[in-house]
């Protein structure tokens, strides 16, 4: 093979390459982008319920000082506020100005009631499922579909995967460009060059955020998040030292849509109330009560805010927690998580961030950044992010309309008698091992692709030739 002929090889090998990538960076974004706008003005939502709203619902404030009332004279308060309830959670906030917040179960229906302590008095009360931030995690969760709903966001995610590394690829300076070049848009181009320069170098800078976005996210998600990840990772309960266990897991402590369990925790089994088990806490002859029980909290260090939930059940514990997954504090490695006895006010269980494995340490930490819960700059470059893929959706739209030609699809050609590259097979190969649920998706626009005619999908074809 003389050079000459070397070159126009490797020159129409990196042109098929080039094409077939971008083909499929066309198709994982037709799918994928649909999902991201709603990922992102819902997480535009949340980072507003988080910031200026709470998780539950209004910030409601109250006089600083003052005699208050004990923390179970508030609880009936919240229980006589919903005819019927029964207090399931009481978020004790950190500064005394604010109200104290129970969550109340009425006939299975979730009520947020807000409490003045001074009185003490309910002045506030919504059904949990109607706040900003419940219903915009609801959709950012399921798209409000349930399960199917969920299915559908993992195999975009896992897409979105494909999008970010193929786009990447396209961005690659290449043909005399250099990499200062594309990094920085030209601003002069006019027409669909000028929404190119800002595609491909705005997809670049939050190229590494957004598959941070898509993997923390997909932790959650039912198969890969649930079945795999989170299965191996999961922190074990023989850790409670022969603590009776209960047939109930810490994800039975979640609101519905709303993930309140830290992410290590959820499927380990609570440990149960009515033994001799456990070590030191309430003093004997203690009642075990809302106001004994954060007593003790404070007394081992829960300083800032955090949540008590109430027993459910004959064999249910007092349940102390504060992560910053749920805003309690902005200390990303501050997980904490006590069990205590309902009868004797031993503690069960303490376990901290130091105690999560690998992949429960990193979801701690991602899961608060992916919400935006670590402070002011983590609320602003949360919102810069979303504003960022909101744009990157909408040019990549404009692009496509403007290249596409009128009557057609317009999805990017291959070369003339393409031939599968071994670094596409192989990159496909992986992703569909890693990301099941994502790989059938794959696996379907593939053979969907191979059965089109080849009058659809390659450039240069001539029918008189097939």
Sequence with gaps: ??????????????????????????????????????LAVTGLIMVYG??????LGQKHYVAP??????????????????????VKLLVSPANPDRASVFIVDANGQDVVVSVDPHGPAAVDTIVKDQTWFYWANNIHGTLLIGKVGDRLQEIAAGLGIVLVLSGLYLWWPRTGRSLSRVLLPNLAARGRPFWKELHVSLGFYISIVLLFFFISGMAWTGIWGRELVQAWSTFPAAKWDNVPLSDKTHASMNHGAMKEVPWALEQTPLPASGSNAGAAGLPMGTPVNLDTVAALARSIGFSEQFRVNVPQGDDGVYTVSADSMDGDTHN?????????????????????FADYGLAGKA?????ALHQGNLGLWNTLLNTLFCLCVIFMGVSGMVMWW???????LGAPLYPRNYRVPATILGIAIAVCIVFPLTGLGIVAFAAIDFLLPRRLKEAGFQSSSA
């Design 402 to 408: 403007k290249r596409r030609p009128a009557g057609t």
């Design 65 to 86: 000082g003052g005699e208050r009332a004990t923390l179970e004279q508030q609880a009936l308060a919240a229980r006589d506020a919903v005819p019927g309830g029964k």
């Design 332 to 352: 990303a490695t501050g997980d904490r998580t006590v069990h205590i006895d309902r009868y004797t006010g031993k503690i069960l269980a303490d376990v901290r």
């Design 363 to 367: 979801m701690a930490v991602g899961i």
């Design 1 to 38: 093979m003389t050079a000459i002929s070397a070159a126009s090889h490797d020159a129409l090998a990196s042109t098929r390459l080039y094409r077939a990538i971008w083909r499929w960076h066309f198709y994982a974004g037709l799918i994928t982008v649909p999902f991201l706008m709603v």
């Design 50 to 55: 988080n910031s200026i709203e709470t998780f």
